[in-house]
T-cell receptor, first 117, second 108 residues
Framework: DAGVIQSPRHEVTEMGQEVTLRCKPISGHDYLFWYRQTMMRGLELLIYFNNNVPIDDSGMPEDRFSAKMPNASFSTLKIQPSEPRDSAVYFC???????????????FGSGTRLTVV | LAKTTQPISMDSYEGQEVNITCSHNNIATNDYITWYQQFPSQGPRFIIQGYKTKVTNEVASLFIPADRKSSTLSLPRVSLSDTAVYYCLVGELNDMRFGAGTRLTVKP
């Protein structure tokens, strides 16, 4: 299993540009989470999906942020237009709702480091 | 969602047992307690999860008293590679929020 795959690993963009971050969850996982991590605010939950449906997007900072999950194997987080304060590491994670497993938890990707200049 | 409180930082030495305590006074009936570890430039990694009493796996133990208002992560015989940030999360299984974490530094 390749784990949760995020792309790109690093992204540098200019203020005002559109940025799209991508995530491929672990096959068979029915929950997908987007987190943002900064030194000042730590790890923040932005949005999460269950069976491709957004469940809670209350953590999305503002209308410039949007997330989609068109199918069980792909999700995107889009920022349009991007601003310098969006600079952070963005993590995607996935998990299973099956409580029969003894090693239940979220599996995180390696993250995308976004720098907006 | 239950708020958690844990020490900002801890120091230890190689070979010692480390116990990190997390307070969660407002834990709800449906809430689980989960601990994650994060190394620099990596995503958090699941360590252990429990609901009550004691849970043990190959990496750590988790002690939860009867009132569930706190929990203690126990790392046996730490090594330098255990230097990381440790997060205590409390919430329903698929709705957990991270706190500030505890930065553990293991010294030789």
């Amino acid at each position: 299993d390749a784990g949760v795959i995020q792309s790109p690993r690093h992204e540098v963009t200019e203020m005002g540009q559109e940025v799209t971050l991508r995530c491929k969850p672990i096959s068979g996982h029915d929950y997908l989470f987007w987190y943002r991590q900064t030194m000042m605010r730590g790890l923040e939950l932005l949005i999460y999906f269950n069976n491709n449906v957004p469940i809670d997007d209350s953590g999305m900072p503002e209308d410039r942020f949007s997330a989609k999950m068109p199918n069980a194997s792909f999700s995107t987080l889009k920022i349009q237009p991007s601003e310098p304060r969006d600079s952070a590491v963005y993590f995607c994670a996935s998990s299973r709702s099956d409580r029969g497993t003894s090693n239940y938890g979220y599996t995180f990707g390696s993250g995308t480091r976004l720098t907006v200049v | 969602l239950a708020k958690t409180t844990q020490p900002i930082s801890m120091d230890s030495y190689e070979g010692q047992e480390v116990n990190i305590t997390c307070s969660h006074n407002n834990i709800a009936t449906n809430d689980y307690i989960t601990w994650y570890q994060q190394f620099p430039s990596q995503g958090p990694r699941f360590i252990i999860q429990g609901y009550k009493t004691k849970v043990t796996n190959e990496v750590a133990s988790l002690f939860i008293p009867a009132d569930r208002k706190s929990s203690t992560l126990s790392l046996p015989r730490v090594s330098l590679s255990d230097t990381a940030v440790y997060y205590c999360l409390v919430g329903e299984l698929n709705d957990m929020r991270f706190g500030a974490g505890t930065r553990l530094t293991v010294k030789p």
